[in-house]
Nanobody, 124 residues
Framework: QVQLVESGGGLVQAGGSLRLSCAASGRTFSVYTMGWFRQAPGKEREFVAAGSRSGGSTYYADSVKGRFTISRDNAKNTVYLQMNSLKPEDTAVYYC?????????????????WGQGTQVTVSS
């Protein structure tokens, strides 16, 4: 079992930056691959980014590639999502998720544990 708590969301102007954090507790953090997903109002939840157990491999949705960076600090049991050049269409609730398996996945059904989400609002 692992508990995930996101933080770092807020209101930012277009072109600005935010860094989301997801702190994990419970089982050893390093055994989980981690992902970030988001859900905009009236839309289904979608994949944003994922990173391997070591953080050495990453994968991004095309919509955020080159602007967002996923990273992790296993010593702090924390995964991050650095978001730069934010756009109004990035407005959503952002969720981190943990997958107790090898390999990166962009499928939310592959993830075992979820945080409660943090709101990101980008104004134009």
């Amino acid at each position: 079992q692992v508990q995930l708590v996101e933080s770092g969301g807020g209101l930012v102007q277009a072109g600005g930056s935010l860094r989301l954090s997801c702190a994990a507790s419970g089982r050893t953090f390093s055994v989980y691959t981690m992902g970030w997903f988001r859900q905009a109002p009236g839309k289904e939840r979608e994949f944003v980014a994922a990173g391997s157990r070591s953080g050495g491999s990453t994968y991004y949705a095309d919509s955020v590639k080159g602007r967002f960076t996923i990273s992790r600090d296993n010593a702090k049991n924390t995964v991050y999502l650095q978001m730069n050049s934010l756009k109004p269409e990035d407005t959503a609730v952002y969720y981190c998720a943990a997958r107790f398996a090898y390999g990166i996945s962009d499928d939310e059904d592959d993830y075992n544990y979820w945080g409660q989400g943090t709101q990101v609002t980008v104004s134009s």
